[in-house]
């Protein structure tokens, strides 16, 4: 027969691991990193991004990649303001949605290259589409965020 503090001591033991199993099984998951080179030749993906109206905007843009980071690129849009109002996007590449983060590129090197990567990519139509940018472009790094993967 156990003495009531032992079997009260045990039962604290299994009362703290129940608890640390819960708290681990709530922890969210790991992000899944995009493998951004298996992407590298797709032309369009989609960025929802949210209105100031609390409403979700979807647009197609043209993707870069460099050295596995994927970038977006804008001018004055409307969904390049609401990245600036809030950097958590979701982006849907080949029938995936991936909550991401999108980051304000401002070192010049990299601002340079991904250029170069969109230049490469898409010839006269980033000519063009340069020529009618309304205001300075705007180059964005689409980053995990932390604890969230693919939505489907």
């Known amino acids: 027969m156990l003495r009531p503090a032992r079997a009260l ?5 299994l009362a703290l691991g129940v608890a640390l199993a819960a708290c ?3 922890r969210p998951a790991r992000a899944h990193p995009v493998n951004w080179n298996q992407l590298a030749d797709i032309d369009t993906i989609q960025i929802l991004t949210t209105d100031e109206d609390g ?3 979807t647009t197609t843009i ?3 990649v460099r ?3 994927g970038y977006v690129r ?3 849009t409307t969904w390049g303001g609401n990245v600036e109002r809030n950097a958590d996007v979701v982006v849907r590449i080949a029938g995936k949605e991936y909550p991401l983060r999108a980051t304000r590129v401002t070192d010049p090197v990299v601002i340079d290259e991904v250029t170069e990567v969109f230049s490469q990519k898409y010839g006269l139509m980033d000519t063009l589409s340069g020529l009618l940018r309304m205001g300075d472009p705007k180059i964005f790094r689409l980053d ?5 993967g693919p939505v489907n």
């Not at 001591?9 to 033991?13: F, I, L, Q």
């Not at 995990?144 to 969230?148: A, M, N, S, T, W």
């Open 9 to 13: 001591r045990g039962s604290m033991w």
């Open 24 to 26: 681990l099984a709530a």
């Open 55 to 57: 409403g979700t905007r």
């Open 62 to 64: 043209w993707l870069a």
């Open 67 to 69: 050295k596995d980071e």
């Open 74 to 76: 804008t001018g004055s």
């Open 144 to 148: 995990p965020r932390q604890g969230l």
